[in-house]
Protein backbone atom coordinates (compact mmCIF):
# COMPACT_ATOMS: atom_id res chain seq x y z
CA UNK A 1 0.00 0.00 0.00
CA UNK A 2 1.42 3.48 -1.34
CA UNK A 3 0.08 6.09 1.02
CA UNK A 4 0.18 10.05 0.19
CA UNK A 5 -0.57 12.66 2.36
CA UNK A 6 -1.49 15.91 1.49
CA UNK A 7 -3.03 19.37 2.85
CA UNK A 8 -0.89 20.81 5.23
CA UNK A 9 0.44 24.67 5.68
CA UNK A 10 0.58 27.79 7.05
CA UNK A 11 -1.84 29.08 9.01
CA UNK A 12 -2.62 31.11 12.11
CA UNK A 13 -3.30 30.06 15.61
CA UNK A 14 -7.21 29.46 16.09
CA UNK A 15 -7.55 28.03 12.33
CA UNK A 16 -8.62 24.77 10.81
CA UNK A 17 -6.72 22.85 8.12
CA UNK A 18 -7.94 19.23 6.60
CA UNK A 19 -4.97 16.50 6.29
CA UNK A 20 -6.06 13.78 3.37
CA UNK A 21 -3.98 10.51 3.07
CA UNK A 22 -4.62 8.78 -0.04
CA UNK A 23 -4.10 5.09 -0.23
CA UNK A 24 -3.02 3.19 -3.39
CA UNK A 25 -2.34 -0.89 -4.21
CA UNK A 26 -4.89 -1.97 -1.87
CA UNK A 27 -8.54 -2.09 -0.86
CA UNK A 28 -8.42 0.55 2.18
CA UNK A 29 -11.17 -0.58 4.40
CA UNK A 30 -9.35 -3.89 6.04
CA UNK A 31 -7.25 -1.36 7.82
CA UNK A 32 -6.91 1.02 10.63
CA UNK A 33 -5.92 4.45 9.83
CA UNK A 34 -4.02 6.93 11.86
CA UNK A 35 -2.00 10.14 12.46
CA UNK A 36 1.30 10.80 14.23
CA UNK A 37 3.12 13.47 14.37
CA UNK A 38 6.60 15.01 15.10
CA UNK A 39 7.86 18.59 16.02
CA UNK A 40 11.09 19.47 15.05
CA UNK A 41 13.27 17.59 18.03
CA UNK A 42 11.45 15.80 19.12
CA UNK A 43 9.72 12.07 18.63
CA UNK A 44 7.08 10.94 16.81
CA UNK A 45 3.74 11.22 19.00
CA UNK A 46 0.63 9.39 17.93
CA UNK A 47 -2.59 12.02 17.33
CA UNK A 48 -5.43 9.90 16.21
CA UNK A 49 -6.66 7.00 14.91
CA UNK A 50 -9.89 5.42 13.54
CA UNK A 51 -10.84 1.68 13.25
CA UNK A 52 -12.95 0.03 10.64
CA UNK A 53 -16.10 -0.72 13.16
CA UNK A 54 -15.78 3.51 13.08
CA UNK A 55 -14.37 3.78 16.55
CA UNK A 56 -11.56 6.77 17.29
CA UNK A 57 -9.24 6.87 19.54
CA UNK A 58 -7.55 10.76 20.01
CA UNK A 59 -4.23 11.86 22.31
CA UNK A 60 -5.63 13.93 24.85
CA UNK A 61 -3.67 16.62 23.46
CA UNK A 62 -6.15 17.04 20.12
CA UNK A 63 -9.42 15.79 21.51
CA UNK A 64 -11.94 17.84 21.12
CA UNK A 65 -10.59 19.84 18.79
CA UNK A 66 -9.25 17.79 15.66
CA UNK A 67 -11.61 14.56 13.96
CA UNK A 68 -10.30 11.53 12.18
CA UNK A 69 -12.57 10.19 9.62
CA UNK A 70 -11.94 7.97 6.60
CA UNK A 71 -14.02 7.94 3.41
CA UNK A 72 -13.34 4.10 2.26
CA UNK A 73 -14.86 4.58 -1.20
CA UNK A 74 -12.48 6.76 -1.94
CA UNK A 75 -9.53 4.93 0.06
CA UNK A 76 -8.51 8.32 1.85
CA UNK A 77 -8.50 8.77 5.52
CA UNK A 78 -9.42 12.71 6.68
CA UNK A 79 -7.89 14.52 10.14
CA UNK A 80 -10.09 17.62 10.72
CA UNK A 81 -7.84 20.37 13.23
CA UNK A 82 -9.56 23.15 14.39
CA UNK A 83 -8.52 25.43 17.02
CA UNK A 84 -5.04 24.96 15.97
CA UNK A 85 -2.46 26.21 18.29
CA UNK A 86 1.66 26.96 17.98
CA UNK A 87 1.93 23.35 19.79
CA UNK A 88 0.43 21.53 16.84
CA UNK A 89 3.05 22.54 14.43
CA UNK A 90 4.80 19.27 12.54
CA UNK A 91 5.12 17.33 10.34
CA UNK A 92 2.04 14.98 9.88
CA UNK A 93 2.19 11.40 8.62
CA UNK A 94 -0.61 9.31 8.31
CA UNK A 95 -0.14 5.34 8.97
CA UNK A 96 -2.44 1.68 8.20
CA UNK A 97 -2.60 -1.13 10.17
CA UNK A 98 -3.55 -4.51 9.14
CA UNK A 99 -4.46 -5.39 12.98
CA UNK A 100 -3.24 -2.48 15.52
CA UNK A 101 -5.74 -3.15 18.99
CA UNK A 102 -6.93 -0.36 21.39
CA UNK A 103 -3.62 -1.40 23.61
CA UNK A 104 -1.04 -0.69 21.07
CA UNK A 105 -3.02 1.66 18.76
CA UNK A 106 -0.12 4.40 19.82
CA UNK A 107 2.56 2.55 19.23
CA UNK A 108 4.41 3.19 16.01
CA UNK A 109 5.51 -0.57 15.21
CA UNK A 110 1.85 -1.70 15.06
CA UNK A 111 1.65 0.44 11.71
CA UNK A 112 2.60 -1.39 8.48
CA UNK A 113 2.49 1.44 6.00
CA UNK A 114 3.31 4.97 6.19
CA UNK A 115 2.91 7.99 4.08
CA UNK A 116 5.69 10.61 3.86
CA UNK A 117 4.33 13.26 6.02
CA UNK A 118 2.70 16.91 5.45
CA UNK A 119 4.15 19.91 7.45
CA UNK A 120 1.88 21.86 9.40
CA UNK A 121 2.61 25.60 11.03
CA UNK A 122 0.52 27.30 13.00
CA UNK A 123 1.46 30.48 13.71
CA UNK A 124 1.02 33.11 16.84
Known amino acids: VQLQASGGGLVQAGGSLRLSCAAS????????VAWFRQAPGKERDFVAA???????IYAESVKGRFTISRDNAKNTGYLQMDSLRPEDTAVYFC???????????????????WGQGTQVTVSS
Open 95 to 113: ALSPSVIRSTVASQSAYAY
Open 25 to 32: GRPFNPYT
Open 50 to 56: YFRNQYA
